[in-house]
């Protein structure tokens, strides 16, 4: 190809105008002008798709067996033994599952996902951690919902706040209980009933925020002054 007819074609295709693919497998070279598979050691075929060696041998003579995990081993080379894992290992051996982070050929390929959730080692698909959701789990769930897949609805009452992640429910003032649906014992309020009441004088304390609802003849912030 070129102005002069002076520059090979590039790697992978060959013939008139460089406008035919080169089909040849296991780093087999491919002529420019034929197309013809010029085969690497331990290989054979007119696309260089045989193994000199069975599978699962290889070395002179064929007599040295593969030293990859055959489950998770696309090929042992024939010559040298070396093994081309499949998607999701790696390693000499191929005994190696891909580091956290990382999936697909050769572990090369950096996962998506977000908030703690699994990346598949093969795939690189998402499974989401509790609370999100979403292809790569970064949508966290919608009010009412909580766990995985924000699959599950929260039970939380009275308006108290259900967490995306385990349904816990955090109570509004002036209730308790894991669903909220127990109010204050009287004498407290507030968050958890945490706090205690001030009132004086027989008065009634809101649960809520602690006020004071003077009986007649009482005034004051607690009660404590009379009319």
Request: with cysteine.
């Amino acid at each position: 190809m070129g102005d002069r007819c002076q520059e090979e074609c590039p790697f992978g295709s060959f013939g008139f105008q460089c406008s035919q693919h080169c089909d040849c497998h296991n780093g087999g070279q491919c002529s420019p002008t034929t197309g013809a598979c010029e085969c690497e050691p331990g290989y054979k075929g007119p696309r260089c798709q045989e193994r000199l060696c069975p599978e699962g041998l290889h070395g002179p003579g064929c007599t040295l067996p593969c030293p990859c995990d055959a489950d998770n081993t696309i090929s042992c080379h024939p010559v040298t033994g070396a093994c081309t894992c499949q998607p999701g290992w790696s390693g000499h051996h191929c005994n190696e599952s891909c580091p956290v982070g990382y999936y697909g050929d050769g572990c090369q390929l950096p996962c998506t996902c977000q908030n703690g959730a699994d990346c598949h080692s093969i795939t690189g698909g998402c499974t989401c951690a509790p609370g999100f959701m979403g292809e790569v789990c970064a949508v966290s769930c919608a009010a009412g919902t909580y766990g995985p897949n924000c699959s599950s609805i929260c039970s939380c009452n009275n308006g108290g706040t259900c967490s995306p992640v385990d349904g816990s429910c955090t109570c509004k003032e002036g209730w308790q209980g894991l669903d909220c649906t127990l109010p204050c014992p009287s004498g407290t309020w507030g968050l958890n009933c945490n706090e205690s009441c001030t009132c004086a004088n027989g008065a009634a304390c809101s649960p809520i925020d602690g006020s004071c609802s003077c009986t007649p003849g009482w005034l004051g912030d607690t009660c404590e002054l009379p009319c």
